[in-house]
């Protein structure tokens, strides 16, 4: 049997794609794969981002309970590098950026801010240690205390106040501002 002429025109226009078809085919195939690729390349950039954050802020939290830690077993907080670091000396109003007391094995222990870190010295001043990341950045470092005398009848406590930023890159930093309240252990009296 044969088929009429125009049947055969027919199916001969409908075995293939046309040129036309085919560019615009792959044009909005390579628009969803580049739109994908950027989707999955800013992803990857977040992820980066929320990791280096995740280091800062724990190094920044590590800091801080350090200092906090040391505190509360420690006693004579001095406020302020004048005087003598081992008598007590309280700075309610003005705070410092410098803060000396006694550990529990009568050492006397120093933190203070230099530049944009924070630094620990267990042997009174002599050397130095940084407890703070490169990629922690400390513009503000205050320390209040209240009662450090044994004549005053407070419970000796400090007031700690830190800002700065965290992040290496400045599209990725973040400004941070922490405040805490640490309370010698020991009853004064």
């Given at each position: ?5 125009t049947?055969h ?9 046309t ?8 044009g909005v ?8 690729v ?11 981002k ?7 802020m724990?190094?920044l ?6 200092i ?9 907080y ?6 003598t ?25 120093i933190?203070?801010k ?5 630094e620990?010295?267990?042997d009174g001043g ?23 005398t ?40």
């Amino acid at each position: 049997m044969r088929l009429p002429a125009t049947h055969h025109s027919f199916l001969a226009r409908q075995r293939g794609f046309t040129l036309i078809e085919m560019i615009v085919a792959i044009g909005v195939f390579t628009v969803v794969i580049t739109i994908a690729v950027g989707a999955l390349t800013s992803l990857a950039s977040a992820n980066r981002k929320a990791q280096s954050m995740r280091i800062v802020m724990d190094n920044l939290n590590f800091a801080l309970e350090n200092i906090a830690r040391n505190m509360r077993v420690g006693t004579a907080y001095h406020c302020g590098p004048t005087g003598t670091l081992t008598s007590p000396q309280n700075c309610p109003v003005s705070g410092s950026d410098f803060i000396a007391f006694q550990n529990s094995r009568g050492q006397t222990v120093i933190f203070r801010k230099t530049g944009a870190r924070i630094e620990k010295s267990e042997d009174g001043g002599l050397s130095y240690i940084g407890i703070t990341a490169a990629e922690l950045s400390v513009e503000t470092l205050m320390f209040y205390v209240e009662g450090a005398t044994s004549a005053d009848g407070l419970q000796p406590k400090v007031l700690l106040v830190m800002r700065g930023t965290a992040g290496v890159k400045e599209k990725e930093q973040t400004t941070f501002s922490v405040q805490t309240t640490i309370s010698q252990r020991l009853i004064d009296s």
